[in-house]
């Protein structure tokens, strides 16, 4: 599985963008996809994660309320729909897939099956 992200970009504070996560392969729909962020000098932190039909969603509590993921099996593509966005959330966002897990669990991870490369997410004051 290769992940594939995009859609990041400069924003003003309160403004929305969507962060899209195509994934190659034909077992998309196995896999728990999640999105985690870093930002310079922080940690990695965990944002959102679900499973392969929607129904299996878990949010980070910076997450609920403005973020909201959503998948498209047709597409192999997950996305991170962001409103009321914040110059804290700037930060590089990834995407991860995990076979077999529950999106709770998939939040915990430090290693992945699989890791995309990050898309620039900038938040202007």
């Known amino acids: 599985v290769q992940l594939q992200a995009s859609g990041g970009g400069l924003v003003p504070a309160g403004g929305s963008l969507r962060l899209s996560c195509a994934a190659s392969g034909r077992t998309f729909s196995t896999y728990v996809m999640s999105w985690f962020r870093q930002a310079p000098g922080k940690e990695r932190e965990f944002v959102a994660a679900?499973?392969?039909?929607?129904?299996?969603?878990y949010y980070a509590d910076i997450a609920k309320g403005r973020f909201t993921i959503s998948r498209d099996s047709a597409q192999n593509t997950v996305y991170l729909q962001m409103n009321s966005l914040k110059p804290e959330d700037t930060a590089a966002y990834y995407c991860?897939?995990?076979?077999?897990?529950?999106?709770?669990?998939?939040?915990?991870?430090?290693?992945?099956?699989?890791w995309g490369q990050g898309t620039l997410v900038t938040v202007s004051s």
């Open positions: 679900a499973n392969g039909d929607n129904r299996d969603t």
């Open positions: 991860a897939a995990d076979r077999g897990i529950r999106a709770q669990v998939a939040a915990r991870k430090r290693i992945h099956d699989y």
